[in-house]
């Protein structure tokens, strides 16, 4: 048996909300997505999740080089904005839970 | 020939413009990637159903799309731009020194033998290719490795490679705002600077080997010795695969602009959009006005007939116009404005194909069997 689990191992479903540019990208019709990401869910496992269910999404909520949020993207769980927290952070309750989506925002800019 | 196939990359999406030969009725398919920058997309001159895509945008950065079927549908392809090696700097507008960084894809050019090689020219300035229809992309390191790549700085649009010319199977041109012609004559392995005759006021050298802010390249595909060039000023032309120039602006205008092409059939025609200047990008005296030499330059034409004659302060910018292969030839602009003209006689009348696109980043077309 390896150190650690393989991510899928302990790969429980999650609820992720995207932008609409980024559902036409990756052909799907609801606002939000269900992936299995592995556990703890944290922000990171659940993009990594996100994007290996939908790898037309790489590189488009994470820069591919350094593997850091996008600028112009934010993160939110449950009302909390994650989007400066460390990537390895548990996510709230409600959002392991089910009862919330994992809300990845495009910020409001431009024309 | 059947017909043509008009490819608009727009500030927010992409538009195809079909019709037959007589290109006086337009069919009109957008906007396709809706709310995207697409910069630039390009058809297979081997595999006219195949074509690639630049979509991007400050939120969800680069994506690549080909359409394997003309364009009824797409798919996402490879977008993993990594530049080979440790990227080393670059010079930003202030002198200091900047890491590469990538962040879009400014022009693909696909290969005139085989669809699934294509070539993308990218921001921070490189080039890449791939051979497997744009799944997986290889940067041609050698060009970033010249040893001037870190003295390049960028133009106002950004360090971009926006122009890629090949040239036969083993020499290609390409043009980096703002460090110059870069020529190779192995298959992109080595590369050299191909700036001598340019001169650019604004460089603390103005003949200096690189730094010039080259505009736009176009050559005819049987003459491809032949390369002419807008630069930011001064119209040029090389009879020697880029080795040298010199000016040919003649009696134009203005001879700042940012597109030039050449005609399909007669390789001593050509054309430009002379814009004002640097500071103003709009037509001069609000008049838009291709002009056209059929004399490979110095001589040239003012083409008004279908075109606005008063108060069009839109811009053509360098990937805006493009010519098809029909006989008589085809010649296309597209606006800032929203504007795509078309001409199917040489550029003797112009009417609008469609009037109120987002403004117009690139023009492409082809010429159909």
Known sequence: ?111 | MSGVRVLVGTRKGAFLLTSDGHRTSWDVTGPLFGGWEIYHVNGSPKDPDRLYASQSNGWFGQILQRSDDGGRTWEAVGNDFTYEGDPGTHLFYDGSSMPWRFQRVWNLMPSATDPDTVYAGVEDAALFRSTDGGASWSELDGLRGHDSASTWAPGAGGLCLHTILPQDDSRMLVAISAAGVFATEDGGESWRPANDGLRSEFMPEPEAEVGHCVHKLAAHPERPEVVFMQKHWDVMRSDDHGRSWREISGDLPSDFGFAIDVHGHDPDTVYVVPITSDEQHFPPDGRLRVYRSRTGGDEWEPLTDGLPQEHCYVNVLRDGMAVDSMDPCGVYVGTTGGQVYGSPDGGDHWSPIVRDLPAVLSVEVQTLP
């Open chain 1, 1 to 111: 048996m390896s150190a650690q689990p393989a991510p899928d191992a302990a790969a429980v479903p999650v609820r992720v909300a995207i932008p609409q540019q980024l559902r036409t990208l990756a052909g799907v019709a609801s606002s939000e997505v269900v992936v299995q990401a592995a556990t703890p869910l944290t922000v990171r496992s659940c993009l990594d999740a996100l994007e290996t269910t939908h790898p037309t999404l790489v590189g488009t909520v994470r820069d591919r080089g350094t593997g850091r949020r996008r600028p112009m993207i934010r993160i939110y769980a449950d009302g909390e904005d994650l989007s400066d927290e460390p990537p390895d952070t548990p996510l709230p309750a409600r959002v392991t839970d089910g009862a919330e989506p994992l809300r990845l925002v495009g910020a409001i800019a431009g024309g």
